[in-house]
Every structure is written in C-alpha cells, then in structure tokens.
C-alpha cells in the first residue's frame, strides 16, 4: 500500500517475481485500502475468466467481411 501524489491511498497487486499486475484506484482511507485489498484476497481465487480475443482466423475473416462491407466499394 502507499499515498500517491494526491494523498490518497493505493496498492499495487505484484506476481511472485515482483512484476506490478495492477494498480488499485484511490481510496480516501487506509482502512477503505484495506477492505479493498482483502475483497480481492477473497475473490481472486474465484473470478471468472473471459476470453475476448478473437483468433487468428477469426480476425482474418471479420477484416475480409468489413472490406466487402465497406462503403464505396
């Protein structure tokens, strides 16, 4: 946890090699940091994941479909 430039309290989520993952928002209370930082403590392990990338052949064919659709084609 730490104050930023604007006195307002952050933390940064880290990988097992100290990589910073995230950022938190400002939260105007160490204790509202705190709650924070155990909600994702509690829900990380949970979340759900969405994939939203499309693949390699998906976005070939969506590039070739916005091509025949263009305007003034």
Not at 39 to 45: L, Y
Not at 46 to 70: E, F, K, P, V
Request: aromatic share 6%; net charge positive.
């Amino acid at each position: 946890m730490f104050v930023d430039a604007d006195a307002r309290y952050r933390f940064r989520l880290r990988s097992g090699d100290g990589t910073v993952m995230a950022v938190s928002k400002d939260y105007a209370t160490r204790q509202a940091a705190v709650a924070a930082i155990n909600a994702v403590r509690e829900c990380a392990g949970t979340g759900l994941i969405s994939d939203l990338c499309a693949t390699r052949g998906q976005r070939q064919a969506s590039s070739a479909a916005s091509r025949r659709h263009a305007p003034g084609r």
